[in-house]
Structure formats: structure tokens, C-alpha cells
């Protein structure tokens, strides 16, 4: 019997174990010891509510799957059909292949081919590796058509650092800007995180508070690398989500409205450029034919 998210392709360093599926090139689980980091799915369970889901060529969502490039107007499918939008990319349920393994390394590839709704060509490429600073995954894509295309990068992973709920654990997020999701998921307006229940600039408890938050204007540290860091002060575990320059927002959620998810952990999503950014044209790259876009974060 076939795996619904086909081949598994696990990687071991030191104690820690991570999954890598053929299925849309996903993060199906992670592990550092006999403690679960992210909150997967069984392997012979479907991805459900995008679990480590790969978000390419967009993150999040596109408001009526509807957008114009260079003077050009395009309408994808909708995937989110109840809200009416195109959602998390075209990626998530093809094959990717393996071109090149290792113990505690893979490189998964996909072609992108043009379709109706983005008729562009794009060659795909993600490697995860496990090393001693954690989990690293870096996505390249390079414009493999005869023309420009727009372009986005996000990626899907929910942490877990203690017993559910996810309201007691600590939220570091350094970022100064917060914007809001409406009814359809779609963002609202960009406010500034000072007085309000979304400023995790300092270390603080979540509590009650309900995240389906898009964080930009991020404050790296020196290196260059933005750092969101969860924390359950019971047992000391801490978890950092970090991200380089590449990756202009981070997507938080509390996965309070659907069922399977529902505040038992959180998800923390590097994204190159905020929700409806194809029509907003917000952090969208203008990718020319030939040229390429790589960004890298990671778990430690």
C-alpha cells in the first residue's frame, strides 16, 4: 500500500530524526530525542490543515484566485473554496523527486510547469540536513520559462514544546508591524505591535490570545537572521524558528478554528512575502528567466 504522503525519507544525526515526504517535499515530522518539535501526522495519515506543507510559488492566500502581471490578468484555481481563494501554492500534492541523499541529508526537485493560472515554468529545488545546530532547509527556485514570473516562498510547520494548549508557553517574536486576517483569511490593515495583545518583542506568555497573524518588519539580530523563539517554562524547553533575510514575515497561528489543531500547537511560517501579495504585489520577486531565489531557515 501506497503511503498517502508517499515515499518517507528520514534523516538521523546525534537523537534527532526528521521525515521528509515525496508528497509535495513536506516536513512530516521532527524529533530531538523522545520529544516531538513539531506536531506532524501519522504515516498513514493525509497532510491535514497544511502540516509542514512547502507554500510555492506563493504562501497563504490569493483573494478571489484572481491577480494581473505585467498587465496580464491570471485566475488560478480556488482552493480554499469556502472563502473563495487560491491557497498555499501549487505544490503540495505533486511528486517531488530525490536527487541527492544522505544520512542526515536530502534534496528533493520538482517542475513547476505552466498551467492555467500561472503560466510560468519554475524548477524547484529543497534540501533539509539535521546537523548539530538542528534542522536546516533551504528552497531555491529558478525561472525556467521565457519570461518573468512572480514568485513567493513559505513554508507550514507547527511546534509543540510541552502539553497542549499552546497558552502557557512563552512567544518571542521580534517584529514591529502585525497585521490581521479577516473573515476569508485575507490580511486587514498593518498596525504597529506597541499596546497591543500582538507585541512579543520581549518574551511573554501567549494566554488567551488568538494568533492568525501575519509579523513583518522584523528585527534580525547581527547576523542577519530573525529568530522566534517558543518556550514551555514548566519544562525548559525552548524551540527557535529562524530565518534569513530571504524571509521578510513570519505567518503565526493558533489553529484555533479547525478541529485537528485547535490551540495544541503552534504554527510558526517563514513566508518571502505576506497573504494576497499577487494582487497586493507586496514582497512579491520579480523572477527573470534564468534567475534564481534562494532562502534558508531553520529549527534549533
Do not use: K
Request: include cysteine.
Amino acid at each position: 500500500m501506497v503511503a498517502p504522503s508517499g515515499e518517507q525519507h528520514e534523516l538521523l544525526y546525534g537523537d534527532q530524526r526528521a521525515v521528509v515526504v515525496e508528497v509535495g517535499a513536506g516536513l512530516r515530522t521532527y524529533s530531538v530525542g523522545d520529544r516531538d518539535v513539531l506536531d506532524g501526522y501519522a504515516v498513514d495519515e493525509m497532510c491535514a490543515s497544511g502540516r509542514g506543507q512547502v507554500l510555492l510559488p506563493w504562501p497563504n492566500r490569493i483573494e478571489d484566485g484572481r491577480y494581473t502581471f505585467d498587465g496580464h490578468d491570471h485566475q488560478l484555481p480556488l482552493t480554499e473554496v469556502a472563502a473563495g481563494n487560491a491557497i498555499h501554492g501549487l505544490v503540495r500534492w505533486g511528486a517531488w523527486t530525490v536527487t541527492e541523499r544522505e544520512p542526515a541529508r536530502v534534496v528533493l526537485e520538482h517542475l513547476l510547469h505552466p498551467q492555467p493560472g500561472y503560466p510560468f515554468a519554475l524548477e524547484l529545488r529543497i534540501e533539509y540536513s539535521l546537523s548539530d545546530d538542528g534542522l536546516t532547509v533551504r528552497t531555491t527556485a529558478t525561472n525556467a520559462g521565457a519570461g518573468p514570473c512572480p514568485f513567493g516562498s513559505g513554508m507550514h510547520p507547527y511546534f509543540t514544546v510541552g502539553t497542549p494548549p499552546v497558552d502557557s508557553l512563552t512567544l518571542t517574536v521580534p517584529a514591529r508591524t502585525v497585521v490581521g486576517s479577516g473573515a476569508r483569511g485575507l490580511p486587514t490593515e498593518a498596525h504597529d505591535v506597541e499596546g497591543t495583545d500582538y507585541d512579543f518583542r520581549r518574551p511573554r506568555v501567549l494566554g488567551a490570545t488568538q494568533l492568525d497573524n501575519t509579523f513583518t518588519d522584523l528585527e534580525p539580530d547581527d547576523d542577519g537572521v530573525t529568530r522566534v523563539q517558543l518556550r514551555d517554562e514548566g519544562s525548559g524547553v525552548e524551540v527557535t524558528v529562524w530565518a534569513d533575510e530571504a524571509y521578510t514575515h513570519f505567518q503565526l497561528f493558533t489553529g484555533d478554528p479547525l478541529p485537528d489543531v485547535n490551540r495544541r500547537s503552534l504554527a510558526v511560517e517563514p513566508m518571502s512575502c505576506p497573504a494576497n501579495a499577487f494582487r497586493s504585489g507586496d514582497g512579491v520577486v520579480r523572477l527573470e528567466p534564468g534567475a534564481s531565489w534562494t532562502g534558508v531557515w531553520g529549527i534549533a
